[in-house]
């Protein structure tokens, strides 16, 4: 997982379906195309309460990230991290594996 430095990595509409679970936004009638990540959700609503449940959008980023910063540094997203990209693949051996003709692809 990417160190997230840009409260632009807080998008709108993710910031926009967590205002709707908390209910300070009307909900869509429509499923959103995007959604927020799991972790992210949890940072942004913790940013919103840190606001006081108001706030621009743009408040929201610059809280965000400060919230995440200090989880990074407590080691509250250190589960996150571990999971994430822990194998890595031989590029040698994934191509051997693809050529072999003991495999066989189905049509």
């Known amino acids: ?3 997230i430095k840009s409260p632009n990595a ?38 919103i309460k840190r606001l ?4 621009t959008y743009k408040e929201i980023q610059e809280k965000s990230l400060e919230v995440y910063n200090e989880w990074l540094a407590q080691g509250k997203l250190k589960k996150l991290h571990q999971f994430r990209g822990f ?10 594996i693809a050529q072999d003709e003991e495999i066989f692809y189905a049509d």
Do not use: T, W
Not at 87 to 96: M, N, S
């Open 52 to 55: 006081g449940y108001s706030g």
């Open 1 to 3: 997982m990417k160190i």
């Open 87 to 96: 194998l890595k693949a031989d590029r040698d051996l994934v191509i051997k």
């Open 10 to 47: 807080f998008k709108s509409c993710y910031i926009a379906e967590v205002k709707e679970n908390l209910g300070l936004l009307k909900k869509r009638k429509q499923k959103r195309k995007i959604k927020a990540p799991e972790h992210m959700k949890e940072i942004i609503k913790e940013a």
